[in-house]
């Protein structure tokens, strides 16, 4: 199997990483998929969780330090080189619930630093995610840079951003988030969003998700309680 390097940053406790660690394709014969490089987050238990879960043979390429003391320019180049980057960039400055302050306030510029690696690394893919509130943030104009810079990164990507609504891809839940894909546009390729799986009449409910079998019955800490 061919495996693509993936370097992630504001990990958190591996959610992305996860799916990234568990995907896997096969094209004109040949198996593709993604292989751990590198990854940061602020939080000291999500990296012990993100270690143990996603590469527990390579614990010190997951490092609990504020970004900006991450992303300096000796630790970059101590970094491995990477094909895919990720992040989910905070969103306490993004979030209906919260100030809406955008990139004006103390987390919304945080996003810079995922620019900074495409400039840096140039992988051909990335992907970028956030809540569905940051695409009206600052009056639209914070989205809208922050679409910019990561087109113009790096040599120049290809972008896509759709807001997915999680319960139209049978996820129990109201969540809905932005995510944006980039390609590098040497490639020539343009990212396509997947269809949903349902409509918005058939979505399921927690209940029907965990009811129907989809949690083994051997699973740990999932007794039924008398």
């Keep these: 199997m061919i495996k693509f390097k993936y370097g992630e940053l504001f990990c958190g406790p591996g959610g992305m990483a996860l799916g990234a660690k568990m995907s896997k394709i096969t094209h004109k014969g040949q198996r593709y998929g993604l292989a751990h490089a590198w990854a940061n987050d602020i939080d000291e238990d999500s990296c012990k969780t993100y270690a143990k879960n996603i590469c527990p043979s390579e614990k010190e390429s997951i490092t609990a330090l504020p970004v900006d003391k991450y992303l ?3 630790r970059m180049k101590s970094l491995e080189p990477i094909d895919i980057f990720a992040y989910g960039f905070p969103c306490n400055d993004f979030s209906l619930v919260g100030e809406r302050k955008g990139i004006n306030g103390k987390f919304g510029p945080l996003y810079s630093y995922g620019v900074k690696v495409l400039n840096y690394f140039r992988p051909k893919v990335f992907v970028a995610e956030n809540v ?11 989205f809208k840079k922050i679409c910019d810079d990561l087109q113009n990164a790096g040599n120049g990507y290809v972008i896509t951003k759709h807001k997915y609504r999680s319960e139209l891809y049978s996820v129990p839940q109201l969540r809905h988030r932005i995510i944006i894909v980039g390609i590098d546009q040497s490639l020539g390729l343009k990212f396509q969003v997947p269809v949903p799986l349902n409509d ?5 409910s927690a209940s029907e998700a965990i009811g129907n079998g989809a949690i083994p019955s051997d699973s740990p800490n999932n007794e039924e309680y008398e």
């Design 72 to 74: 300096t320019s000796k």
């Design 132 to 142: 569905g509130g940051i695409a009206s943030s600052n009056s639209g104009m914070a």
């Design 200 to 204: 918005k009449d058939s979505v399921i």
